[in-house]
Protein backbone atom coordinates (compact mmCIF):
# COMPACT_ATOMS: atom_id res chain seq x y z
CA UNK A 1 0.00 0.00 0.00
CA UNK A 2 1.22 3.56 -1.04
CA UNK A 3 2.09 5.58 1.52
CA UNK A 4 1.07 9.52 1.49
CA UNK A 5 2.39 12.71 3.06
CA UNK A 6 -0.09 15.60 3.32
CA UNK A 7 1.12 18.84 4.96
CA UNK A 8 -1.57 20.95 6.55
CA UNK A 9 -3.45 18.00 7.43
CA UNK A 10 -4.66 18.98 10.77
CA UNK A 11 -5.95 22.67 8.87
CA UNK A 12 -9.37 22.99 7.59
CA UNK A 13 -9.01 21.52 3.98
CA UNK A 14 -6.14 18.85 4.80
CA UNK A 15 -8.33 17.34 7.74
CA UNK A 16 -11.00 16.65 5.29
CA UNK A 17 -8.13 15.02 2.90
CA UNK A 18 -6.67 13.00 5.65
CA UNK A 19 -10.17 11.42 6.18
CA UNK A 20 -10.82 10.72 3.19
CA UNK A 21 -7.36 8.84 2.33
CA UNK A 22 -7.90 6.82 5.69
CA UNK A 23 -11.71 5.70 4.28
CA UNK A 24 -9.16 4.46 1.54
CA UNK A 25 -6.96 2.92 3.82
CA UNK A 26 -3.66 4.36 2.96
CA UNK A 27 -0.66 4.71 5.32
CA UNK A 28 -0.47 8.08 5.79
CA UNK A 29 1.16 10.98 7.46
CA UNK A 30 -0.05 14.39 8.50
CA UNK A 31 2.57 17.10 9.33
CA UNK A 32 1.32 20.33 10.62
CA UNK A 33 2.68 23.21 12.53
CA UNK A 34 -0.24 24.09 14.04
CA UNK A 35 0.03 27.58 13.22
CA UNK A 36 -3.62 27.66 11.86
CA UNK A 37 -4.75 23.97 11.73
CA UNK A 38 -5.87 22.14 15.00
CA UNK A 39 -5.30 18.56 16.86
CA UNK A 40 -9.26 18.27 16.99
CA UNK A 41 -9.89 18.44 13.56
CA UNK A 42 -7.56 14.90 13.33
CA UNK A 43 -8.37 13.75 16.88
CA UNK A 44 -10.68 11.15 15.49
CA UNK A 45 -7.65 9.60 13.65
CA UNK A 46 -5.34 9.50 16.24
CA UNK A 47 -5.99 5.82 16.74
CA UNK A 48 -6.23 4.73 13.32
CA UNK A 49 -3.19 1.80 13.02
CA UNK A 50 -2.09 3.66 9.08
CA UNK A 51 -2.34 7.64 10.80
CA UNK A 52 0.36 9.51 11.99
CA UNK A 53 1.06 13.05 13.12
CA UNK A 54 4.22 14.45 12.75
CA UNK A 55 4.32 18.03 14.85
CA UNK A 56 6.50 20.37 12.29
CA UNK A 57 7.31 23.58 10.66
CA UNK A 58 7.90 23.24 6.87
CA UNK A 59 10.34 25.88 6.87
CA UNK A 60 12.99 23.77 8.98
CA UNK A 61 14.42 21.74 6.56
CA UNK A 62 16.32 19.36 8.35
CA UNK A 63 13.92 18.25 10.44
CA UNK A 64 12.05 17.68 7.33
CA UNK A 65 14.82 15.72 5.62
CA UNK A 66 14.14 13.33 8.74
CA UNK A 67 10.70 12.50 8.00
CA UNK A 68 11.35 12.18 4.40
CA UNK A 69 14.48 10.14 5.03
CA UNK A 70 12.14 7.76 7.85
CA UNK A 71 9.15 7.15 5.88
CA UNK A 72 9.59 7.00 2.08
CA UNK A 73 6.96 8.72 0.79
CA UNK A 74 5.41 7.52 -2.35
CA UNK A 75 3.30 10.78 -3.00
CA UNK A 76 3.45 14.27 -1.14
CA UNK A 77 0.03 16.04 -0.67
CA UNK A 78 0.62 19.79 -0.17
CA UNK A 79 -1.93 21.79 1.05
CA UNK A 80 -0.15 23.66 3.66
CA UNK A 81 0.69 27.46 3.10
CA UNK A 82 -0.72 31.10 4.38
CA UNK A 83 -4.39 30.17 4.19
CA UNK A 84 -5.80 33.98 4.80
CA UNK A 85 -5.22 36.57 2.40
CA UNK A 86 -6.22 39.78 4.75
CA UNK A 87 -3.17 38.28 7.13
CA UNK A 88 -0.50 38.63 4.69
CA UNK A 89 -0.96 42.12 3.01
CA UNK A 90 0.20 44.00 5.78
CA UNK A 91 3.26 41.08 5.99
CA UNK A 92 4.55 39.75 2.41
CA UNK A 93 7.15 37.82 4.62
CA UNK A 94 3.78 35.50 5.47
CA UNK A 95 3.48 34.43 1.95
CA UNK A 96 7.58 34.43 0.94
CA UNK A 97 7.69 31.91 3.56
CA UNK A 98 4.59 29.67 4.54
CA UNK A 99 3.23 29.71 0.92
CA UNK A 100 6.24 29.47 -1.31
CA UNK A 101 9.52 28.94 0.64
CA UNK A 102 7.55 25.97 2.74
CA UNK A 103 6.88 24.48 -1.40
CA UNK A 104 10.60 24.69 -1.89
CA UNK A 105 11.73 22.80 1.11
CA UNK A 106 9.43 20.15 0.54
CA UNK A 107 10.06 20.12 -3.74
CA UNK A 108 13.74 19.92 -2.60
CA UNK A 109 13.43 16.59 -0.21
CA UNK A 110 11.66 15.01 -3.23
CA UNK A 111 14.32 15.74 -5.08
CA UNK A 112 16.83 14.21 -2.11
CA UNK A 113 14.71 11.13 -1.33
CA UNK A 114 13.62 10.12 -4.75
CA UNK A 115 9.38 10.78 -4.10
CA UNK A 116 8.24 11.27 -7.56
CA UNK A 117 4.19 12.26 -7.25
CA UNK A 118 3.61 16.08 -5.88
CA UNK A 119 0.24 17.05 -5.27
CA UNK A 120 -0.24 20.87 -5.10
CA UNK A 121 -3.22 22.92 -3.67
CA UNK A 122 -3.18 26.11 -5.74
CA UNK A 123 -5.77 29.08 -5.98
CA UNK A 124 -7.42 31.22 -8.23
CA UNK A 125 -5.69 33.57 -7.16
CA UNK A 126 -2.85 33.10 -9.10
CA UNK A 127 -4.88 34.53 -12.20
CA UNK A 128 -5.52 38.08 -10.93
CA UNK A 129 -8.14 40.44 -10.65
CA UNK A 130 -9.36 39.66 -14.48
CA UNK A 131 -12.78 39.49 -15.02
CA UNK A 132 -12.54 36.79 -18.08
CA UNK A 133 -14.15 32.99 -17.63
CA UNK A 134 -10.88 31.35 -16.29
CA UNK A 135 -8.97 28.59 -18.19
CA UNK A 136 -6.08 26.26 -17.60
CA UNK A 137 -4.73 28.37 -20.78
CA UNK A 138 -5.58 31.81 -19.38
CA UNK A 139 -2.83 34.13 -19.08
CA UNK A 140 -0.67 36.03 -18.66
CA UNK A 141 -1.00 34.86 -14.81
CA UNK A 142 -0.66 38.77 -12.96
CA UNK A 143 -1.84 37.72 -8.82
CA UNK A 144 -2.92 41.07 -7.08
CA UNK A 145 -2.24 39.60 -3.92
CA UNK A 146 0.80 38.28 -2.18
CA UNK A 147 -0.73 34.82 -1.07
CA UNK A 148 -1.33 34.80 -5.33
CA UNK A 149 1.87 35.46 -5.73
CA UNK A 150 3.14 32.98 -4.14
CA UNK A 151 0.72 30.10 -5.16
CA UNK A 152 1.81 31.25 -8.88
CA UNK A 153 6.15 30.89 -7.80
CA UNK A 154 4.87 27.69 -6.57
CA UNK A 155 3.72 26.73 -9.54
CA UNK A 156 6.71 27.53 -11.54
CA UNK A 157 8.94 25.85 -9.08
CA UNK A 158 6.78 22.75 -9.41
CA UNK A 159 6.93 22.78 -12.91
CA UNK A 160 10.71 22.90 -12.90
CA UNK A 161 11.02 20.21 -10.65
CA UNK A 162 8.66 18.00 -12.55
CA UNK A 163 11.13 18.65 -15.48
CA UNK A 164 14.84 18.30 -14.02
CA UNK A 165 13.73 15.21 -11.75
CA UNK A 166 11.05 13.19 -13.20
CA UNK A 167 8.13 13.87 -10.99
CA UNK A 168 4.89 13.89 -11.88
CA UNK A 169 2.71 17.00 -10.25
CA UNK A 170 -1.07 17.67 -10.02
CA UNK A 171 -1.59 21.35 -9.75
CA UNK A 172 -5.12 21.80 -8.60
CA UNK A 173 -6.72 25.71 -8.24
CA UNK A 174 -9.08 25.93 -5.83
CA UNK A 175 -11.73 28.24 -5.56
CA UNK A 176 -13.20 29.85 -2.24
CA UNK A 177 -13.73 26.59 -0.05
CA UNK A 178 -16.68 26.43 2.90
CA UNK A 179 -17.56 23.78 5.39
CA UNK A 180 -16.89 22.09 8.68
CA UNK A 181 -13.64 23.20 10.39
CA UNK A 182 -13.44 26.64 8.97
CA UNK A 183 -11.13 28.88 10.60
CA UNK A 184 -11.89 32.37 8.29
CA UNK A 185 -13.64 33.12 5.23
CA UNK A 186 -16.36 34.78 4.69
CA UNK A 187 -18.82 32.47 6.50
CA UNK A 188 -16.92 32.25 9.42
CA UNK A 189 -16.69 35.87 9.82
CA UNK A 190 -20.72 36.64 9.08
CA UNK A 191 -21.51 34.13 11.70
CA UNK A 192 -19.13 35.65 14.46
CA UNK A 193 -20.30 38.91 13.86
CA UNK A 194 -23.92 38.05 14.37
CA UNK A 195 -23.71 36.14 17.58
CA UNK A 196 -21.83 39.36 19.11
CA UNK A 197 -24.50 41.54 17.19
CA UNK A 198 -27.86 40.00 15.78
CA UNK A 199 -29.57 43.07 14.70
CA UNK A 200 -26.45 44.78 11.83
CA UNK A 201 -24.03 43.15 9.81
CA UNK A 202 -21.38 45.20 8.35
CA UNK A 203 -20.15 43.90 4.95
CA UNK A 204 -17.06 44.52 3.41
CA UNK A 205 -17.41 46.06 -0.16
CA UNK A 206 -20.54 46.84 -1.52
CA UNK A 207 -21.86 43.32 -1.40
CA UNK A 208 -21.45 42.58 -5.12
CA UNK A 209 -18.61 40.64 -4.84
CA UNK A 210 -19.41 37.39 -6.78
CA UNK A 211 -17.63 34.23 -6.91
CA UNK A 212 -18.11 30.10 -6.82
CA UNK A 213 -18.17 28.67 -3.55
CA UNK A 214 -17.14 25.07 -3.38
CA UNK A 215 -18.15 22.96 -0.05
CA UNK A 216 -14.58 21.20 1.13
CA UNK A 217 -15.63 17.40 0.65
CA UNK A 218 -16.81 17.86 -2.73
CA UNK A 219 -12.63 19.56 -3.18
CA UNK A 220 -10.99 16.77 -1.64
CA UNK A 221 -12.85 14.36 -3.66
CA UNK A 222 -11.83 16.28 -6.51
CA UNK A 223 -8.25 16.92 -5.49
CA UNK A 224 -7.96 12.97 -5.25
CA UNK A 225 -9.79 11.97 -8.18
CA UNK A 226 -7.63 14.16 -10.17
CA UNK A 227 -4.58 12.67 -8.69
CA UNK A 228 -5.81 9.04 -9.73
CA UNK A 229 -7.26 10.15 -13.00
CA UNK A 230 -4.86 12.74 -15.03
CA UNK A 231 -1.52 11.12 -15.84
CA UNK A 232 0.52 13.49 -17.27
CA UNK A 233 3.77 14.26 -16.34
CA UNK A 234 2.13 17.86 -15.22
CA UNK A 235 -1.79 18.10 -14.73
CA UNK A 236 -3.24 21.32 -14.30
CA UNK A 237 -7.08 21.67 -13.63
CA UNK A 238 -9.11 24.41 -11.90
CA UNK A 239 -12.20 22.93 -9.92
CA UNK A 240 -14.96 24.63 -9.06
CA UNK A 241 -19.22 24.77 -8.67
CA UNK A 242 -20.47 25.66 -11.96
CA UNK A 243 -22.47 28.77 -10.41
CA UNK A 244 -21.72 31.46 -8.10
CA UNK A 245 -22.39 33.53 -5.00
CA UNK A 246 -22.89 36.79 -4.06
CA UNK A 247 -21.86 38.30 -0.74
CA UNK A 248 -24.71 39.92 -0.13
CA UNK A 249 -26.98 36.35 -0.79
CA UNK A 250 -23.97 34.67 1.75
CA UNK A 251 -25.16 37.25 4.59
CA UNK A 252 -28.78 36.41 3.95
CA UNK A 253 -28.35 32.43 3.89
CA UNK A 254 -26.21 33.23 7.51
CA UNK A 255 -29.42 35.54 8.37
CA UNK A 256 -31.98 32.69 7.32
CA UNK A 257 -29.81 29.86 9.07
CA UNK A 258 -29.36 31.79 12.31
CA UNK A 259 -33.26 32.53 12.29
CA UNK A 260 -32.50 36.14 12.70
CA UNK A 261 -35.12 38.58 10.78
CA UNK A 262 -34.96 42.33 10.21
CA UNK A 263 -30.93 42.61 9.91
CA UNK A 264 -29.79 45.66 8.76
CA UNK A 265 -27.01 45.39 6.16
CA UNK A 266 -23.87 47.96 6.56
CA UNK A 267 -21.95 48.12 3.26
CA UNK A 268 -18.17 49.44 3.78
CA UNK A 269 -18.40 50.34 -0.07
CA UNK A 270 -16.05 49.98 -3.11
CA UNK A 271 -16.11 47.02 -5.13
CA UNK A 272 -13.38 44.81 -2.94
CA UNK A 273 -13.60 44.16 0.14
CA UNK A 274 -9.85 44.72 1.00
CA UNK A 275 -6.61 45.44 -0.86
CA UNK A 276 -5.50 42.31 -3.40
CA UNK A 277 -9.33 41.33 -2.96
CA UNK A 278 -10.58 39.73 -6.61
CA UNK A 279 -13.94 41.12 -6.49
CA UNK A 280 -15.36 38.44 -9.34
CA UNK A 281 -14.16 35.39 -10.86
CA UNK A 282 -15.52 32.63 -12.61
CA UNK A 283 -13.99 29.29 -13.70
CA UNK A 284 -14.26 27.25 -16.98
CA UNK A 285 -14.48 23.93 -15.56
CA UNK A 286 -14.50 21.94 -19.03
CA UNK A 287 -11.27 20.35 -18.47
CA UNK A 288 -12.14 18.60 -15.67
CA UNK A 289 -15.73 18.06 -16.24
CA UNK A 290 -13.95 16.00 -19.57
CA UNK A 291 -11.85 14.23 -17.39
CA UNK A 292 -15.41 12.71 -15.34
CA UNK A 293 -15.87 15.01 -12.31
CA UNK A 294 -18.75 17.38 -11.27
CA UNK A 295 -19.48 19.02 -8.16
CA UNK A 296 -22.02 17.47 -6.03
CA UNK A 297 -23.06 20.94 -4.73
CA UNK A 298 -23.86 23.77 -6.73
CA UNK A 299 -22.30 27.54 -4.96
CA UNK A 300 -25.25 28.58 -3.39
CA UNK A 301 -25.94 25.36 -1.90
CA UNK A 302 -22.65 24.37 -0.72
CA UNK A 303 -22.92 28.17 1.06
CA UNK A 304 -26.15 26.89 3.18
CA UNK A 305 -25.05 23.77 3.71
CA UNK A 306 -21.49 24.95 4.92
CA UNK A 307 -23.44 27.06 7.59
CA UNK A 308 -25.84 24.67 8.74
CA UNK A 309 -22.44 22.58 9.09
CA UNK A 310 -20.88 25.19 11.10
CA UNK A 311 -23.93 26.58 13.13
CA UNK A 312 -24.59 22.46 14.19
CA UNK A 313 -20.93 22.46 15.84
Not at 103 to 115: I, K, P, Y
Request: with cysteine.
Amino acid sequence: MMKMLITGGAGFIGSHLADLLVSKNYDMVVVDNLSLGTIKNINHLANHKKFRFIKEDLLRLDPLKNIFRKNKFDTVFHLAANSDIQNSAGNPEIDLENTFLATWNLLECCRLFCVNKFVFASSSAVYGGTTRKLSEASGPLSPVSYYGAGKLASEGFICAYSSMNDIQAWIVRFPNVVGERATHGVIHDFIKKLKSNPKQLTILGDGRQKKPYLYVKDLVEAVFFVYQTAQERLNYYNVGAEDQTTVTRIAKIVCEEMQLSHVKLNYTGGKTGWRGDVPHFKYSLNKINSLGWKARYSSTEAVRLAVRSILSK
